[in-house]
C-alpha cells in the first residue's frame, strides 16, 4: 500500500520560508519515484522535484532551484521540500507524489499515487 502523507503548509508572508515533509513507509520510499509536484489556482499541475528511490538524488526543476530544495531522510522515509523567499505566485496546493517509473510531466495523468496535499498561502 502507498501511502503519502504531507504536512508543513501554512500561510506565511512573502519573504519568508516553508519546510514541507512527506511522510511514507518502508515500500513506498525504497521503490518508488517521489515527487513534489504543486497546483497552482485556476493552472495546471506543475512538477518540483523528483527522488531517486534507490540513490535518494534528487533534482529540481531547473526554474526553481533558487528558491527550492529537496532532501528525504532514508531513516525515517520521509522526503522534504524547503521553500525559501516564498512569493505569491508560489500559493498553491503542493502534493508528495508517487510513480512506479521516472517521468517528468506536469499532469496529474500521469503519476499514479497522491497525497491529500497541503496548501501553502503567500499573502501579505
Known amino acids: 500500500q502507498v501511502q503519502l502523507v504531507e504536512s508543513g503548509g501554512g500561510l506565511v508572508q512573502p519573504g519568508e520560508s516553508l519546510r514541507l515533509s512527506c511522510a511514507t513507509t518502508?515500500?513506498?520510499?525504497?521503490?518508488?519515484?517521489l515527487y513534489w509536484i504543486r497546483q497552482i489556482p485556476g493552472k495546471q499541475f506543475e512538477w518540483i522535484s523528483v527522488l531517486n528511490p534507490w540513490t535518494t538524488n534528487t533534482h529540481v526543476r531547473e526554474s526553481l532551484q533558487d528558491r527550492f530544495a529537496v532532501s528525504a531522510d532514508a531513516d525515517e522515509k520521509m522526503m522534504f521540500l524547503q521553500v525559501n523567499n516564498l512569493r505569491a505566485d508560489d500559493t498553491a496546493l503542493y502534493f508528495c507524489?508517487?510513480?512506479?517509473?521516472?517521468?517528468?510531466?506536469?499532469?496529474?495523468?500521469?503519476?499514479?499515487?497522491w497525497g491529500q496535499g497541503t496548501q501553502v498561502s503567500v499573502s501579505t
Open positions: 507524489v508517487a510513480n512506479t517509473e521516472y517521468i517528468l510531466a506536469d499532469s496529474r495523468e500521469a503519476y499514479a499515487y
Open positions: 518502508e515500500s513506498t520510499f525504497n521503490r518508488l519515484w
